[in-house]
C-alpha cells in the first residue's frame, strides 16, 4: 500500500514540477537548481518530516525529467566505504564535495488541515531572492497519511 501512495505523491509532485516549468518558460536557467527539504508552515520554518524530505527527494527528479539543471548538495567530496554500506550522501556540512554554485533553490512549505496537507513550492533565485515559479496542489490524507 505504501509503494500506490509513494506513486499517488509522485503524480502530484509531477504536476507541480510542470507548473513551475511553465513559469521559467521564458527564462534561460543555467545554474543549477538546489531542491531543500519542504518545511511545516510554522513560525520557525525550520520543521520537516519523513513528507518534507519525500517531497524534496520527488522534485529532485521531476525537475531533471523536464529538462531543469538539478545539482544535489547533499554529496560528499568522497566515497564512504565502510562495514554498514557505500555512501556518498551526507548532512554533515563539513563532508560535503566543493561548494556549488547555486543559483536556484527549490524549497516550500506544507500546512495540514483536518482533509490533508496543502503543499506550496516555489523556486527562488538564491542571488536576489525573487520568487521565478510557483505551485500549490493539496494532498488528501489518503494520500500522505502512510508517508508522514
Known amino acids: 500500500m505504501a509503494n500506490l501512495h509513494f506513486n499517488i505523491l509522485h503524480e502530484y509532485t509531477e504536476q507541480m514540477a510542470t507548473e513551475l516549468r511553465n513559469d521559467v518558460s521564458s527564462m534561460r536557467i543555467e545554474q543549477p537548481i538546489i531542491v531543500a527539504s519542504f518545511v511545516h508552515l510554522d513560525s520557525s ?63 516550500g512549505t506544507m500546512q495540514k488541515n483536518n482533509r490533508g496537507i496543502v503543499v506550496n513550492a516555489r523556486i527562488i533565485n538564491f542571488t536576489t531572492t525573487q520568487v521565478v515559479a510557483s505551485s500549490t496542489k493539496f494532498l488528501p490524507n489518503i494520500i500522505v497519511s502512510n508517508l508522514m
Open 45 to 107: 520554518l525550520q520543521n520537516t518530516d519523513t513528507l518534507g524530505v519525500q517531497l524534496a527527494e520527488s522534485f529532485i527528479n521531476d525537475l531533471q525529467q523536464i529538462g531543469l539543471p538539478v545539482a544535489d548538495h547533499k554529496v560528499m567530496g568522497v566515497l564512504d566505504v565502510n562495514d554498514k554500506g557505500d555512501f556518498v550522501f551526507s548532512r554533515n556540512m563539513e563532508q560535503f564535495y566543493n561548494p556549488i554554485e547555486i543559483g536556484y533553490v527549490l524549497t
